[in-house]
C-alpha cells in the first residue's frame, strides 16, 4: 500500500464520517446507531494515520516504507496521547 493509497483511504473515511453526521442532523440515523458508526470509523482513522506516521518514520531513517504494516486496534488505541 502506497502513501498516495493511506491518504486515499483517510479521505474516503473522513467523507464517510460527514456523510454520517450529515444523516444523524437529518434525522435518519438513530443516536445509537450514529455513535456506534463513529466509534468505528475513529479506529479506522487511528490505524489509517498511525499507519502513515510509521511509514513516513521509516522513510526518514532510510529504511523501505513497504514493510511497514497496519498496527492492531489495541496497540493503536492503546497509545498514550
Given at each position: 500500500m502506497s502513501?498516495?493509497?493511506?491518504?486515499?483511504?483517510?479521505?474516503?473515511?473522513?467523507d464517510q464520517e460527514h456523510q454520517l453526521r450529515?444523516?444523524?442532523?437529518?434525522?435518519?440515523?438513530?443516536?445509537?446507531?450514529?455513535?456506534?458508526?463513529?466509534?468505528?470509523?475513529?479506529v479506522l482513522l487511528d490505524q489509517a494515520w498511525d499507519l502513515l506516521r510509521h511509514r513516513r518514520a521509516g522513510i526518514d531513517l532510510g529504511e523501505s516504507p513497504d514493510g511497514?504494516?497496519?498496527?492492531?486496534?489495541?496497540?493503536?488505541?492503546?497509545?498514550l496521547q
Open positions: 502513501e498516495q493509497d493511506i491518504l486515499a483511504r483517510i479521505k474516503d473515511l473522513v450529515s444523516q444523524a442532523t437529518r434525522g435518519e440515523l438513530d443516536p445509537k446507531t450514529e455513535r456506534r458508526r463513529l466509534a468505528e470509523l475513529e511497514v504494516q497496519t498496527n492492531s486496534v489495541a496497540q493503536v488505541e492503546g497509545y
